[in-house]
């Protein structure tokens, strides 16, 4: 059975920062690219993030580009979130994700798939984010 268990929200005041982590168990974690998405209340879920396998290439949603920095240990079967300069806009449920099983699973989807929900397969139950002064 596959898990993904998020850790690393919290509160934090604007300016701040934050590093969340994805630990995955239940799959061969290095074949599978990640992604981060999040979900702000009355609001639809939206991609923030996602890196290829071997972490040679991420991407970012406009909103966190600059500010946000994804990366992995596939030794440790851990992806994690770096966020910085957090804005209350960035407040939200932040959730991780793996690729669904396929030929391709190890890349991030092209543009403009990239954070189409349904092409990701496995998801962690969430982690709160809050940024408020």
């Known amino acids: 059975e596959v898990h993904l268990v998020e850790s690393g929200g919290g509160l934090v005041q604007p300016g701040g920062s934050l590093r969340l982590s994805c630990t995955v168990s239940g799959l061969i974690f290095d074949d599978y690219a990640m992604a981060w998405f999040r979900q702000a209340p009355g609001k639809e879920r939206e991609g923030v993030s996602c890196?290829?396998?071997?972490?040679?290439?991420?991407y970012y949603q406009d909103s966190v580009k600059g500010r946000f920095t994804v990366s992995r240990s596939n030794s440790e079967n851990t992806v994690y979130l770096q966020m910085d300069s957090l804005k209350p806009e960035d407040t939200a449920v932040y959730y991780c994700?793996?690729?669904?099983?396929?030929?391709?699973?190890?890349?991030?989807?092209?543009?403009?798939?990239?954070?189409?929900?349904?092409?990701?397969?496995?998801w962690g139950q969430g982690a709160q984010v809050t940024v408020s002064s």
């Open positions: 994700a793996a690729a669904a099983p396929g030929h391709s699973k190890s890349e991030c989807p092209f543009a403009p798939d990239t954070f189409r929900s349904d092409l990701y397969a496995y």
């Open positions: 890196i290829t396998w071997n972490s040679l290439r991420s």
